[in-house]
Every structure is written in C-alpha cells, then in structure tokens.
C-alpha cells in the first residue's frame, strides 16, 4: 500500500467516522437496546435475590417449602421499596391480586422488624399457600425469558412450561398484526390499481401535461404528514366535503361515516403512499422503449393482450419495487391510524406505543418492535435485492 | 374515447392527490370556531390566536430551536460522511448505502422504544438535546443524499485545473469543491429542518412538556380539541413548505447555471 493511498483511507475514515460512531451510539445501540429489553428482563429477578437461590427442591405443585418461605421473607426485608414496587407490578399484571397480597406481607414484617422473630406467611394470608402464586413468582426469576415474545403471538407457556395458546380473555396482541397486514396489503392493492395506470399515463405524455401529473405526486410527498392528516379529518367529518358532495348529488340519503372507519385510514394511507408507487413504476416505465407497443399492435395483439404480455411483464420490477416500499412503510405506520382511526384501525405502532407510554411495559413493547423491525428489515433487504430507487422521500 | 378515459382518470387521480393537501386551508380564515365546513365569515383571529396563545408560542419556539439545531447537526454530520464517501465503490459505496440509509426504514415507534430505553439512562429524557439527537438521526440520511448527488455532478476536470493551476488540496477544496456541493448541502440541511418540524413520534417519545414542538401540539389538538388554529398551523407549513421548495428549486437551478453557464 502506498503512502498515498494510505493518507487517503486515512482521510475517508476521519470523515466518515463521526456519523459512523453518531448512529452507532443513537441508532444502533437503542435498535439493541429494543432487542435485549425484549427478551431481558431482570425486574423480579433483582427483587427476589434470595428467593432465587433456594428454589431447588421445590416439586412446583406442592406448598413452598419452609426454605423458599424464609428466602422470600428476607427478600422482602432486604429489596428497596421502589426495586420490590416494580416487580410487584408486573407480578400484579401477571396474575391479579399479588398488589394486595404483597402489600398486606410488608405491613406484617414491619409489625415484626426483629429478622430474628419467625413469621409465618400462610398465616399471614393464606394466599401464600397456593403454589400458583409461588409458580408467578419463580417462573420469572430468571432474567433472560422468551415470555414476551410469545405473547406477542399471544402463545404462553403453561405450568409445564410447553408452549401454548393463551386464554382469549388475554389474547389481544396477535389480532394487531393481522390487522396491520390486512390493512396494508389492502393499502398496496390500492396503489397498484391508481398508480399503475397513474404511472402509464404520465409516461405516455410528454412535455407539460407530463410535468403537471409528477407534480401532482410529488407536492403531496413535500407536505406535512400532520396537514394532510387534518386535511382528511375536514374532509371526512359527517359534515365534511366527501359527504357533503354525496348528499348533494344525490348519491347518498345520509352522510356515510369515514372518520374513524377502515375505509378513511385506508383511503388516507393509500393518500400518503401512492407516490412511492408511481414513481418507481414510471421510473421503469420511461425506460421501456417507446415502439414495443406499437410492435405487439403490428404483430396483431390487442392493446390489452399487448399490456399483459409486453408491458406489465417489464414494469413488474417498478410495481413489485413500489409495492415492497408501500408495504414496509405501511406497517409501521403510526399518526394517520392514530388520528384517523377508531380502536378497531390502530396498528401495530399503536400497540408498542400503548406499551411503552401508557403502560410502562418495556419488554411488551420491545418485543413487538422486535418482531415489527425483524418485518422491515426482511422487506427493506429483498427491495435492495430488487432496487431501483433506495429513496423514500426525494 | 380512449382519450376520454385517460383524461377522466388523469383529472380524478390530480384531483385525489392534490384535494386533501388544500382542503384545510381555507377554513384558517374562517370565522366559526367550530373546525368545519361551510365557511361563515373571514377572520384571521386564528392567526392571532397562533402567535399570542402561550401554548402555540411556545410550539413555535420549540419547533424553530430544535429544527435548526437538527438541520445543522445533520449538515455536518452528513456533508463529512459523504465527502468521506465520495468517489468509493464496491464494499465501502455498499457499507454506506446500508448504514446511513438505514435510519429511513426502521418504524419510527421501534427507534423511539429504543431511545427511550436509552435516554432514560443517559438522562437524556425530556431535554432539548435528546430530542435533537432523535432527529438528527433520522433526517441525517437526506443529507448524505443531497450531498452525494451533488459531490458525483461535480466535473472532476474543474479539481485538477484547479490543482494544476497551483492550489493546495486545501485551497482546491474550499474554492472549488465546497462552493459547487454548497447547493446540495443546502437542500439536505432544507431537508433535516423540514423532517424535524414534521416529526411528531420521536418527540412524543423523547420530549417532556417542555419540548412540545409545533407538530407535536397539533396532533394532540387533532386528537383532543379540534381547534381552527389546526387550519392556521396547516396554512403555515403549507406556505413554508412552499418556500423551501421554492429555495431549493433555485438553489438547483443556481447551480445548474454555475455548471453549465447561462441557459439562452
């Protein structure tokens, strides 16, 4: 290696080293940070240090051994208020009844601060003589648990620890993926059907009718998410425009409800994404030379045997890049269902953020952003596969 | 009547498209309090309301002091790493590609997850800073797009003149180089501010009371009190973002004509 080359590798490192080590540490590490908190989980193992180390002999179905009693006790005695707070709320969460529970068995061992004095729990409530309850607590011990991300799929493990669908009454988190399938695969259908043909037109005219369609997609890309958002919201009200033009031309009796239906966040989301259908689509389009139509009509095929045989074949990489763009941005779509929708069209995002600021359930949320992430990035890998234009936004 | 076809669709698809970017604008000059259709009288007190409610002041005061801090961040950040970039192939020109595009695909919820867990420990939560970080990373890939394209339209024939008419390295990059990429830097440090002031997840995630940004406080009015200053902010953005698309159209064709010379 030269002198030469080597000063400049030199020089491309200490340029390219500061937004290499800024993403490492604010993008990278928070991506694995999501990864561990998904499946990490230390909030009862650091409650219940002791307890841990003298579960051994315990069948599991049977009452807790006079061990794991005194283990428990002095676990109580010796975690912090605010170490034992948090894993009483999860433990709480996991099965009802641990708040109470636990907050009447502090009360009991303040009222005999001398560790020396026996206490004896099932007197103290007889709760703590259901191994049930001891099941909750020691099947979380240990810190590394794949609970989340089954839950996620809304599957648990039973008392035998074989895994196994959850009880409906708790199933709630499998039902929004597939909702967010459903809804972006409806979402992409859609933009195939307008920016197919969309693309075809302004790649058939020239000149300014040309330059007026490309606008006409690119403007909507430029302007704010949160102005089309409350743009539809006018639109879309009872007394909006859409409704006000169907009774007015007699097409509807009443006003067809939109605002927070599916068919308002499908139609605003197909809205928000058709440009990144057409313009892949054209892309290839533009590129197709101009006499392979005229030449399948010559040949004798019809213009719609011609479109299916000559020119859907070569646009197919533009439809299948924008279709794969159009799906991967979709579900993880957050503000138009979250504005737009009721209950029944909150996505994904809307779930892991429900997680992570109403509930202050990290690892819940981490798992489902896990899962969502590992989603993305399979799709984002086929489109660079596929590519034709890695830009999402210009 | 196959023209005809065309035409309808054409008109029904423009017409799609552009509506709903419009249709809430009028309504900012509307009298009503009631965010709705039809119109009663003209009035511009929801500008009023804008710029002296304590709450919208304050949004936009966020939403300036974070989004400039982020376009500049970004703008340095960015213009480094694609001059770093400039001229590579294969396995570097693919490692960048993957690394610094990144941040557009991941679901911007998952990044705010992971920034919170994060932030918590930094003590980074609820601060300026955070916030700023947050969309500093995820408006630094346009940058590197807008530097990049520039940096590759650069005619590497203008650098050896420049070097063969005496200059140093140094002297060739900041009279020559740097002034035909400034258009690029530009429109990336456009780019950031505008991603930033748009930005309403990370900021929900990230930002305290303090930090509420303008886009921030209008997703929760859309979602808690429709107010009509909503249609005052969206006139707002729209008249911005109008301009900033305006600069940069200028800024492009400024550089084509420094390119190329004057156009006949």
């Given amino acids: ?394 | 009547m196959l023209r005809l076809w065309k035409l309808a669709f054409g008109l029904l698809a423009v017409l799609f498209l552009l509506v709903p970017m419009f249709a809430i604008l009028p309504l900012a000059f509307n009298d009503s309090s009631i965010l709705t259709y039809p119109m009663t009288g003209v009035s511009m007190r929801w500008f009023s309301e804008l710029v002296e409610e304590n709450i919208w002041r304050r949004a936009i005061l966020n939403s300036l002091i974070i989004g400039l801090s982020t376009a500049v961040f970004a703008s340095v950040l960015g213009t480094l790493a694609a001059l770093g970039l400039r001229g590579s192939t294969g396995r570097l020109a693919r490692f960048g590609n993957l690394i610094f595009l990144m941040p557009m695909v991941a679901p911007i919820v998952v990044l705010g997850v992971g920034m919170q867990l994060m932030f918590t420990r930094l003590g980074l939560n609820n601060t300026y800073l955070g916030v700023i970080i947050a969309h500093t990373v995820i408006s630094v890939p346009f940058v590197v797009i807008s530097v990049s394209a520039a940096l590759a339209g650069i005619d590497p024939a203008l650098e050896r003149a420049s070097a063969n008419l005496g200059a140093s390295p140094r002297a060739t990059f900041v009279h020559v180089t740097l002034p035909l990429a400034r258009p690029g830097i530009l429109a990336g440090a456009i780019f950031a501010l505008a991603t930033s002031l748009d930005e309403v997840v990370l900021t929900l995630f990230l930002g305290g009371a303090g930090q509420r940004t303008l886009a921030r406080e209008m997703f929760a009015q859309l979602r808690e009190n429709l107010t009509p200053v909503i249609a005052a902010v969206s006139f707002v953005f729209i008249v911005g973002t109008v301009c900033l698309g305006a600069v940069n159209v200028f800024l492009r064709n400024s550089r084509r004509f420094r390119a190329e010379g004057p156009a006949e």
């Avoid at chain 1, 199933?171 to 992409?188: D, E, P, W």
């Fill in chain 1, 1 to 394: 290696m030269s002198a030469r080359t080597r000063r400049r590798l030199l020089a491309r490192g200490a340029l390219l080293s500061p937004l290499v080590l800024f993403l490492f540490f604010f993008f990278f590490v928070p991506l694995f940070n999501v990864m561990r908190s998904a499946i990490y989980d230390p909030v009862i193992a650091r409650a219940f240090p002791v307890l841990s180390r003298s579960v051994e002999g315990w069948d599991r179905a049977g009452p807790p051994t006079p061990d794991m009693q005194e283990a428990l006790i002095a676990d109580l005695r010796g975690t912090t208020p605010e170490v034992l707070g948090d894993a009483v709320r999860r433990l709480n969460g996991m099965s009802s009844g641990f708040r109470s529970l636990m907050s009447k068995t502090t009360r009991a061992l303040e009222a005999a601060p001398d560790p020396a004095t026996r206490v004896d729990l099932l007197a103290v409530d007889a709760r703590w003589g259901d191994p049930l309850r001891w099941q909750a607590i020691v099947d979380n011990l240990s810190p590394y648990t794949d609970r989340f991300l089954l839950a996620a799929f809304d599957l648990e493990r039973d008392s035998t620890g074989a895994i196994a669908a959850m009880p409906p009454e708790r199933a709630a988190n499998f039902a929004y993926f597939t909702r967010t399938f459903v809804i972006s695969a409806l979402v992409t259908g859609l933009c195939i059907l307008i920016g197919l043909p969309y693309a075809m037109l302004a790649a058939s005219v020239r000149g300014r009718q040309r330059q007026l369609l490309l606008a006409a997609v690119l403007i909507p890309m430029w302007t704010s998410i949160l102005v089309r958002a409350s743009s539809w919201f006018i639109l879309m009200q009872d007394q909006g425009l859409i409704n006000g033009a169907l009774i007015g031309s007699g097409l509807s009796e009443a006003a067809v409800p939109l605002l927070f239906t599916r068919t308002g966040v499908v139609l605003s989301m197909t809205h928000m994404l058709l440009p990144f259908m057409v313009l892949p689509v054209f892309n290839v389009l533009v590129a197709i030379p101009g006499n392979l139509m005229p030449a399948a009509a010559a040949l004798g095929a019809n213009p719609l045997r011609a479109f299916w045989h000559v020119l859907l074949p070569l646009a197919a990489r533009g439809i299948v890049s924008g279709s794969l763009l159009v799906f991967m941005t979709s579900i993880g779509f957050y503000i138009l269902p979250a504005i737009l929708g009721g209950p029944a069209e909150q996505l994904i995002s809307s779930l892991i953020a429900m997680y992570s600021t109403k509930a202050a359930n990290w690892p819940m949320a981490s798992a489902l952003g896990l899962i969502l992430f590992g989603i993305t990035s399979m799709l984002y890998v086929v489109f660079g596969r596929i590519g034709t234009t890695p830009a999402r936004r210009n």
